[in-house]
């Protein structure tokens, strides 16, 4: 399937992926140094579930539109899905590649459904959207003890840190697949911001070596 780049301007936004108006478009990075978008095509699937069914779908980027990227770990990008503008950020997929969660709204909004071959056009975000906080650990953050005269707390340090470093912590945690180890990921990061430490340390943030991500299964369709 052919991987193109091509100029085009995209969406600004946040950390979620979703359909965004586009009055909102920002500025927009290259991918690879040159100032173009990488464009491409592929399958939107539903994923397989053991309980209720979900009402979001995903789709896996092309080998060749990952690689055009800088990074086999998270990415945030802006950019059109079916033409309709939106912003999200890429999960990888423990392959050295990337795919993305497709919320209803943003595939009503591209007019696709499950089974449709889908146009995109993605360019990396200029400046990192703010994640968003896990329950658990927006908890842990409340009840650390506040830091004393000249030592800053962990709330501090995490207020301090940018999004791209508090998006690290939250890939940590949330890539621990038991929920014993997930809590006390939580805990280690509240010890480890009170120490003053900023980004959790040897992480694997593609999942190629931990084995520690990966997409979902796709549904028969």
């Keep these: 399937m052919a991987i193109r780049r091509v100029r085009k301007s995209t969406a600004a936004g946040g950390s979620e992926t979703k359909a965004v108006s586009p009055k909102h478009r920002g500025r927009k990075t290259d991918a690879g140094g040159t100032g173009k978008a990488i464009a491409f095509r592929c399958v939107l699937h539903r994923p397989a579930t053991k309980g209720a069914p979900v009402d979001w779908t995903f789709l896996v980027l092309p080998l060749a539109a990952s690689r055009m990227l800088a990074s086999r770990g998270m990415v945030s990008v802006e950019g059109t899905f079916n033409g309709a503008a939106f912003q999200a950020t890429l999960q990888p997929d423990g392959k050295g590649g990337h795919w993305l969660k497709v919320e209803r709204a943003l595939r009503e909004a591209a007019g696709a459904k499950a089974g449709d071959e889908v146009s995109l056009e993605i360019t990396p975000m200029t400046e990192e959207p703010e994640p968003i906080v896990p329950p658990e650990l927006r908890r842990a953050l409340a009840n650390a003890p506040a830091g004393k005269a000249g030592t800053p707390g962990a709330r ?66």
């Design 156 to 221: 501090e340090v995490w207020g301090d840190i940018t999004p791209a470093a508090r998006r690290d912590w939250i890939h940590w945690m949330e890539s621990a697949k038991q929920a014993e180890t997930r809590a006390r990921r939580v805990a280690t990061a509240i010890d480890m911001l009170a120490k003053g430490k900023r980004r959790p340390c040897c992480f694997d943030r593609s999942g190629m070596y931990s084995k520690s991500m990966g997409c979902p299964e796709a549904a028969d369709e």
